[in-house]
Nanobody, 125 residues
């Protein structure tokens, strides 16, 4: 089992920044690819960003490219999502997820076996 706890969400004005953190415990964090997803009210959950277990590879949704940066600190068992130039359409509950490297794409939610409870991000216009 891997337990994931997100933090860092909140209310921010458009153009502002937030840094989300996801602290992992349980099994060896460094074995897992990590992803961030989000879900806005009335919408399906969507992929935001992912990082490989080594940290060498990162992937972003088109909506996140150039604005968001995913990173990880395996010594601290933590993955981060730095979000800059936030827009009202970024408003959602953000979830981190952990999955073992495998055949599924990092953008595929079914790749991930463990999920956090989510943290709310609200961007006001």
């Amino acid at each position: 089992q891997v337990q994931l706890v997100e933090s860092g969400g909140g209310l921010v004005q458009a153009g502002g920044s937030l840094r989300l953190s996801c602290a992992a415990s349980g099994r060896t964090f460094s074995n897992y690819d990590m992803g961030w997803f989000r879900q806005a009210p009335g919408k399906e959950r969507e992929f935001v960003a992912a990082i490989s277990w080594t940290g060498r590879s990162t992937y972003y949704a088109d909506s996140a490219k150039g604005r968001f940066t995913i990173s990880r600190d395996n010594a601290r068992n933590t993955v981060y999502l730095q979000m800059n130039s936030l827009k009202p359409e970024d408003t959602a509950v953000y979830y981190c997820a952990a999955g073992l490297p495998g055949s599924r794409r990092d953008t595929d939610a079914y790749k991930y076996d463990y999920w956090g409870q989510g943290t709310q991000v609200t961007v006001s216009s």
